[in-house]
T-cell receptor
């Protein structure tokens, strides 16, 4: 089965510029997550979608970050304008959240390779 | 509050040794814990999970132990291999049960 796809893999921008990241989850996964991982730290959830609805965006800095998941499949995360402290790896993950998944945890999240953002 | 952390940021072992990575959590209501492995340049990868009604769970070369009394869990890797070199995170769910909270990670280095 194909994994979670993300693009671009790397991005360098100047502060105050805008940037967008794209994620394609595993086919059939209803739940999609965006995480921010600052160097040396664990991933921190930014936003969670269930199909095309937002479940949790309490830690998303809404003055500069936005995300959407049109049609409940692909998702984009945007930062506008970027700040130096936004330099991080942005990870997308998806989960089936299906209790009937045999032999696997229904809460298992499958992560993409991430996009490394550098803001100068 | 909700926080999951690890005791040591780095762990160095020889190939063939057993590795033990520790994690402390603060949310006594947590009922589900996961260990993830993250190799350089990749996203985290699920290793093993454990529910709070269990004390121990074994996988292939890995064992997770849960001590609810002291709110501690550990990941044991048997016969550690160079391919096990990575950052290991423990995680549990927030109180709403909607999001994983990750600890800061332990970097495991395996020398041959």
């Amino acid at each position: 089965e194909a994994g979670v796809a993300q693009s671009p893999r790397y991005k360098i921008i100047e502060k105050r510029q805008s940037v967008a990241f794209w994620c394609n989850p595993i086919s059939g996964h209803a739940t999609l997550y965006w995480y921010q991982q600052i160097l040396g730290q664990g991933p921190k959830l930014l936003i969670q979608f269930q199909n095309n609805g937002v479940v949790d965006d309490s830690q998303l800095p809404k003055d500069r970050f936005s995300a959407e998941r049109l049609k409940g499949v692909d998702s984009t995360l945007k930062i506008q304008p970027a700040k130096l402290e936004d330099s991080a790896v942005y990870l997308c993950a998806s989960s089936p959240r299906d209790p009937s998944t045999v032999g696997r945890s229904p809460y298992e999240q499958y992560f993409g390779p991430g996009t490394r953002l550098t803001v100068t | 509050g909700e926080s999951v952390g690890l005791h040591l940021p780095t762990l160095s072992v020889q190939e063939g040794d057993n590795s033990i990575i520790n994690c402390a959590y603060s949310n006594s209501a947590s009922d589900y814990f996961i260990w993830y492995k993250q190799e350089s340049g990749k996203g985290p990868q699920f290793i093993i999970d454990i529910r709070s009604n269990m004390d121990k769970r074994q996988g292939q070369r890995v064992t997770v132990l849960l001590n609810k009394t002291v709110k501690h869990l550990s990941l044991q890797i048997a016969a550690t291999q160079p391919g096990d070199s990575a950052v290991y995170f423990c995680a549990d769910f927030n109180q709403a049960g909607t999001a994983l909270i990750f600890g800061k990670g332990t970097t495991l280095s395996v020398s041959s």
